[in-house]
């Protein structure tokens, strides 16, 4: 039986009557797709090979290094048994650019966003030129490889015996270090302070069993991240999906004095004035989300995910909030993320160090202004219809959900010149006048899209 991928219950994977094809994918698949794989400490290794053979060779060289989805599965089983840790993460990614070097016919990938490569969609995506961005991602890329663990020594370790495996002719182009940040209570957050990467599309039987789902069903099908491998030996049971990766810088300082004039304009007063804050990301600092409550901590960790903004026309979360810009969630089922397939599943981390404390509420001029920020990075079955859509048609776009609606506040890149108005009262009617969008705080420092193939490829090379 092929693999199916427009399945309508969550993925048994351990289930004893799984049928061959799914068995061999999940056996072939990397690690971090359709499960995040824990990488606090994340090094990301951007190569150029001079030689397509000894590209070809090394890349085939890695697999010993990698797992499987279905071993990193057995991993959590493990560790959620009986704490044994598991293994490092290295996930391997091969550019357009990255497969012509290395010999590989291209015109089997059907997306146009990996054909084009994203220096060639900064229009499309309104990204700054790529003469502004970073040294690293103006060169020709050919692969990325991302090495992740929760402690910093396994990573240096296979950091290191990958330097070792790599040939003369290949070139290092760069590297990011993703280092994750926390709140005093344990939860990932990114460098404005709020609480990231909770809300996912689920694929799993094990995953989508442990929420619940009143409001929001957060399973997805895998037609959402996995594409049939087309240079794997056998595309019906070897599959990949494609891989985006972004260098977003933020300025702390700068979201944290929009926040600050935003409830002061608001005439926001005491514990009301994180309602700000909460309006532009749509969740508070510690994740509860705007659209059930008025105030922060009334939620449980881990924050609340079963919401959705039927019944909610912007007066509780306003429709231009981050996440409900990239997630309009108008129903249970079948909100426009899932009949259009947008959905797709974020696996970032955040880059920079940080001496002050990200969660608390230290004046922004204690802030950084640069150097921290978030390696965004996302799987996806189509760049076009997933990321780049959502970026360009809902986030960029002043008229998503609906006219003179405005940017998103954290992503959206393009004129903010729609002024734009809020609930005085959480779930009141009365509306502000008119006030100018919060300045842009996040940059597009560089990026590129990737196939993180099969492993039968890589073996096979
Ligand atoms: C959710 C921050 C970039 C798409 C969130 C959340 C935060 C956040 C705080 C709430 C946590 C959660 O619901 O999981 C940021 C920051 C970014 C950034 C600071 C840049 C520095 C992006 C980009 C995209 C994106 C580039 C896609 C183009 C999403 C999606 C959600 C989300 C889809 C989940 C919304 C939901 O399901 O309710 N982000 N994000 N984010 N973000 Fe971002």
């Not at 840790?85 to 996930?91: D, H, R």
Request: charged letters at 25%; aromatic letters at 8%.
């Amino acid at each position: 039986m092929p693999v199916e991928l427009d399945n309508t219950e969550p993925l048994a994977w351990n289930s004893p009557d799984l049928d061959e094809d799914t068995k061999e994918m999940l056996e072939t698949l990397q690690a971090n797709i359709l499960h995040p794989h824990v990488r606090e400490h994340l090094s990301v290794l951007f190569l150029h090979f001079g030689d397509g053979g000894d590209g070809r060779r090394f890349l085939r060289r890695l697999v010993p290094l990698m797992k499987s989805a279905k071993e990193h599965l057995r991993e959590l089983r493990s560790f959620r048994m009986s704490q044994i840790s598991g293994t490092t993460y290295v996930g391997v990614g091969i550019s357009k650019a990255g497969y012509r070097q290395i010999g590989d016919a291209t015109d089997l990938f059907t997306d146009n966003a990996f054909q084009a490569g994203m220096k060639r969609r900064t229009s499309t995506l309104n990204d700054p030129p790529v003469a502004e961005w970073e040294e690293p991602y103006r060169e020709e890329i050919h692969a990325v490889i991302l090495i992740g663990d929760a402690t910093p020594e396994p990573v240096a370790a296979t950091r290191a015996t990958i330097l070792e495996l790599l040939p003369p002719t290949a070139r290092i182009l760069g590297e990011e270090t993703g280092l994750g940040q926390r709140n005093p209570e344990g939860e990932g957050i990114e460098h404005f302070g709020y609480v990231d990467g909770r809300s996912q599309p689920l694929f799993l039987a094990d995953q989508v069993a442990a929420e619940p789902k009143d409001n929001w069903n957060p399973f997805f099908p895998l037609r959402h991240v996995l594409v049939a491998d087309p240079l794997a030996p056998n595309p019906n049971r070897h599959f990949g999906s494609y891989f985006v990766f972004r260098k977003l810088e933020q300025n702390v300082r700068a979201f944290r004095q929009a926040e600050e004039q935003l409830a002061d304009r608001l005439g926001l007063t005491g514990e009301d004035r994180k309602r700000a804050g909460a309006m532009l990301v749509g969740r508070f600092r510690d994740g509860t989300p705007l659209r059930l409550y008025a105030k922060p901590g009334e939620d449980p960790s881990p924050a609340v995910n079963d919401f959705n903004y039927d019944g909610d026309p912007g007066n509780k979360c306003p429709v231009f909030a981050h996440i409900r810009k990239t997630t309009p969630r108008e129903s249970k089922d079948g909100g426009t993320e899932r009949t259009l397939g947008v959905m797709m599943a974020r696996r970032g981390q955040t880059y920079g160090v940080r001496t002050d404390n990200p969660w608390d509420d230290a004046p922004p001029e204690t802030r950084p202004t640069g150097g921290v920020g978030l390696l965004f990075m996302a799987f996806n079955s189509s760049l076009v219809r997933q990321f780049e859509f959502m970026q360009r048609a809902w986030s960029n776009n002043p008229d998503f959900p609906r006219s003179g609606t405005g940017l998103d506040p954290l992503i959206g890149q393009g004129a903010r010149d729609v002024p734009v108005r809020y609930p005085l009262a959480w779930g009141g009617n009365e509306l502000s006048p008119p006030l100018p969008q919060v300045p842009q705080t996040v940059t597009m420092k560089g990026g590129e899209y990737f196939f993180m193939p099969s492993l039968a490829y890589l073996n096979n090379l």
